[in-house]
């Protein structure tokens, strides 16, 4: 019968005797018998499966974690971010003079007062600018690094007006007649030019012009310099298309208002950082240069310094205030040179604006010091300092993680290795468990079962001569065991 089996038996009723059999399918014995093995096996793979993926699960969820920096102001990011980039520029010149008047009566007094000034005139000044390139460029105004672009007989005439000035203020004198008499006894003798660009971090170095505009009343006052330097702190040139009234903005320099005789010498190194917003967008200059208006304070020494954006992106450098009210500066109303006409200049110089090294782990160790990672902070923080040791914010950060480092935090991202490595365990184990539940089938066993001993006359023949032994062979074999029971008791009678 194939994978069928017949199981026939008589069944005692209150009237009679009935025959009745089962015809069972073996295929489905075993079916079910894989099933209860299955059932046995998924008790004790599926639980750890569970488990194990939910160890995945966690190991992802920790991984995302990142640093909480929401309890920082933005503008304060700004301003760690953006400061150390920031360099005070001097330029001057000294012009020496000889002085030739022995025979007038003022002679020997005007002769005593150049004693006093060494025979000589100090002109030029500061101003602000920033680093756009890990290699030291550095943009700023053209008018801040006038002294150096010009012609000597100009620098000589310059000089030789603030010396005349000077000595008409001392001897109270009337300047035109002053200016005669030292035009006929003076000449320069020479002149020595100094341009030097002071980092926040104390660092005092050369500077040499690279690209030059013109003072602002002349053209446009953009000027690009270069300093010798590796890994110096950036800042990224913005976009002027992107600039619109009323955005926010701050101006970042070194204000001669914000110097005093109170402070100490190492506070002239911090720059000043002024919050504002663009108030025009369409201005230009007489000589056509465009410039934006913006209500920042400012004032001078901020000439040359960066306005930046709400991504710290430079947008543009100031360069002159609006005019005075009755003498008086009216603060609120200040000019900039805007980003695209300073690429002009960047661009004229060879300069790449690119972030540095130290950009991008300072910006890491800010990030992680803020969020409370102190340990992974300070581990970035030291690393600035390997590469660029005269940082001027990072050794204040580095003893402030150093104090706070009991209380950090675990940065889990450090630990992405172990965890993919755990992960992609747990991954082949939950596969093979699975293909344990169900992928291999348990090896079917058929146990005979104890019965009572059958005779011949259990045995159902194909009584009816058809070739196969169905219910019709049953009935006439019940019907012939009838007849046999009934002639017995005949017998007996």
Known sequence: ???????????????DLVYEYIVCDLKFLFSYQEVVVLKKRALFTVPISILLIAMIVTSFFLLSIKPDTSNIKQAEKLSEYSKPAVVRIIDYAIVEWQFNDYLTQAGPLVDAYLQEIEYQTLIGGSGSGAIISP???VVTNAHVVESSEMEDDDLANAAFQQLVAGIADYFQEDYEWTYNYMLSYTKYTKITRVLKVILPGGDILDGEVKSYGAPVNQGKDVAVLKIEGKNLPTLPLGNSETIEDQNNIWVIGYPAAADSDLLSPDSSLESSMNA????????KTEQGSPVIQLDAAATHGNSGGPVINEKGQIIGLLTFRGDTVNGQEVQGF???VPVDTVKEFVNQAGAKNTRSRTDQLYKEGLTLYWGGYYK????????????FPNHSEVKQYIANSEKKIDDSKILWSDYKTIFYIIDGVAGLLIILLMVFTFAIKPKPTVTAASAPATTSENIIPDLNGDGKVDEQDALIALQKQKEEEEKKGKNEE
């Open 135 to 137: 290699n030291g460029y």
């Open 1 to 15: 019968m194939g994978s069928y089996c017949l199981f026939y038996f008589l069944v005692q009723n209150l009237s």
């Open 334 to 336: 200040n000019f900039a």
């Open 276 to 283: 504002g917003q663009i108030t025009a967008t369409s201005k």
């Open 376 to 387: 992974n902070a300070l581990e970035k923080f030291e690393a600035v300092e390997r590469i």
